[in-house]
């Protein structure tokens, strides 16, 4: 019998599988398993491309490609509609923008302490309970908004609409906080330890070396997470339906009430429109502007992580 010990571990590997025909089968089966379902990640979003595409140009021949991005009027249910991109938009980037107002000093503040200043049975139990937050549905988000948050900010802003930008601005900033904190104080956490035990021998406070010396490490991780939160910001889809209104404008006035992209297309799915209508592929129209604004924020965060990443 051949001694085992003077194989080589190859040899050993090979051995050992055609020593086993389930084993044998096994690994030749698994990588094709696992081809199939890249194969099948890569086709459906091929899928939802090519649909979108498809049911743009549709809408496209019906509405000049220059009135949906030149008008600055939105009005696709008047008898003579009106099809500018921009009050949308807009309304998207105004109830994106109040919610990064939130979300970015409490999620990093979160993480900082998370990282820096909590122990470690404190890190174990108050993380899970932040991420939470994440699981909670949007819906219940925008039935809070709406019943509880907006009477709050109109016994505090007197002018408040009922349907406004700033309660779903302020709750969708509360639902990206789990997102920004686990995110920054994952990169955070990545710096070695020998970086703040010098920064601490020179005569570092905690706090500057959070500021100084942990923070512009982890810069990459951090601003990556604050670009994935806008991206988060601009899909949501219900909390702005439920509370933030559908009156499409050019305004900034966030005790208004807006639309965004996503809203609009809740409201004609619902039944506003019929099957084939203008209205009807417009949503793909939106959809598409939707698609390509989330397609860059993640670019911009992927473009960001591999730019400024620290290598240790």
């Known amino acids: ?7 080589s571990i190859s040899e050993r ?3 050992k599988t055609k020593g086993s025909g389930s084993s044998s089968f096994m690994e030749k089966l698994m990588p094709a398993v696992f081809l199939l379902c890249a194969i099948i990640s890569i086709l459906t979003t091929l899928g939802i491309v090519f649909t979108l595409l498809f049911e743009t140009v549709t809408f496209f021949r019906g509405v000049p490609f220059a009135d949906f991005f ?5 009005y696709p249910f008047f008898s003579e509609p009106q099809y500018g991109i921009w009050p949308l938009v807009n309304g998207t980037l105004l109830v994106a923008g109040i919610a990064m107002m939130v979300a970015i000093p409490f999620g990093l503040g979160a993480a900082i302490y998370l990282s820096e ?4 049975k404190v890190r174990k139990t108050v993380k899970p309970v932040l991420e939470v937050l994440a699981g909670i549905p949007t819906i219940v988000y925008g039935f809070f908004a709406l019943t509880f948050v907006t009477p709050i900010l109109r016994a505090v802003i007197p002018g408040l609409d009922v349907f406004n930008a700033l309660s779903p ?4 900033g509360v639902m990206i906080i789990p997102m920004i904190a686990s995110l920054s104080e994952d990169a955070m956490s990545s710096v070695p330890n020998s970086i703040r035990e010098g920064a601490f021998a020179l005569g570092a406070t905690r706090m500057e070396v959070t500021v100084k010396v942990v923070l512009p490490a982890a810069l990459s991780g951090v601003i990556a997470s604050f670009v994935l939160g806008i991206s988060r910001a601009i899909g949501e889809t219900m909390i702005v339906s439920v509370a933030g209104g559908a009156s499409p404008g050019m305004g900034i006035d966030p005790t208004g009430a807006v639309q965004t992209m996503t809203a609009y297309i809740v409201q004609v799915v619902k039944g506003d429109a019929g099957f084939g209508t203008p209205i009807y592929y417009s949503i793909y129209a939106v959809g598409m502007t939707l698609f390509v604004f ?6 911009l965060a992927h473009y960001i992580s591999r730019r400024f990443r620290e290598d240790y």
């Open 13 to 15: 590997i090979e051995q």
């Open 117 to 120: 200043y909590a122990s470690e």
């Open 169 to 172: 601005g302020i709750i969708i």
């Open 70 to 74: 030149a008008s600055t009027e939105w």
């Open 1 to 7: 019998m051949e001694d085992r010990s003077k194989l």
């Open 294 to 299: 989330t397609l860059a924020m993640n670019l």
